[in-house]
């Protein structure tokens, strides 16, 4: 990083801080943080002032957002970046946020050419270079973490990083050194054992929603890496490891901070 870009950074950090008391009072609800270090929670912090700042939040349907809602969704977006870089988050800027599920109506092609109408209701969508639509609703209630292994915003920002290097395929840019066969050896494995066992009405231990197709398994299993990273690790292990090496953060070791 040059010293211009610092300067800027520090610069922008300065000047678009977040209040004190904001960010003590969202940050303390939101169960994907909890035991996170003093460092991380920092870095967190400094990165979701440059998302704020970036970004801009559009409340639709008549919904009014407040500064807690918009540091809420942006904390939780900046999460999986920690390690990563906000230039992971660049590309994009709209934030459009309903109160409740949404619905779409639209046709779309698949891979051998025929067009489906669609129209069904959704809780969160991303487009490569287009907007982040969330429910606040369910951002909200995924905030608490009432229900384990579920948060649609890192739900919907896997999607934006697997998109990074073309259509949402559950492959997402990797790292230096990240080997692609151990890569697609686990997530390939765990993706088709977890189909089979779907197709065949067995109990699973993820959302089934997985299932659908190696970019929502990817989405999914990364919700797990945040949010309950103790299921993810046991059933999925190989998956597990290759997310922290991708995400290089180790929420396990947050769950079990002894």
Known sequence: MNIFKRARIRYLLHRHAIAHGLWVDVTEKLAVLQGMSAVEKAHLRELTTLFLHE????????LQLTDAMCLTVATQACLPALSLGMGCLSGWIDIIVYPGAFR?????????????????????????HGPLVLSWEDVERDSRGEQPGRNVVIHEIAHKLDMLNGPADGFPPLHYRMPITEWTSALSAAYESLVRRVEHH??????PYAATSPAEFFAVVSEYFFCAPEVLSVHFAAVYRQLELYYRQSPLLRARPD
């Open 55 to 62: 970004k801009r939040f559009v409340g639709v349907q008549g």
């Open 202 to 207: 067995h109990r699973i231990c993820i959302d």
């Open 104 to 128: 779409i109506n639209r046709d779309e092609m698949d891979m051998a050419g025929i067009v489906h109408h669609q129209e069904r209701a959704l809780v969160g969508e991303s487009w490569p």
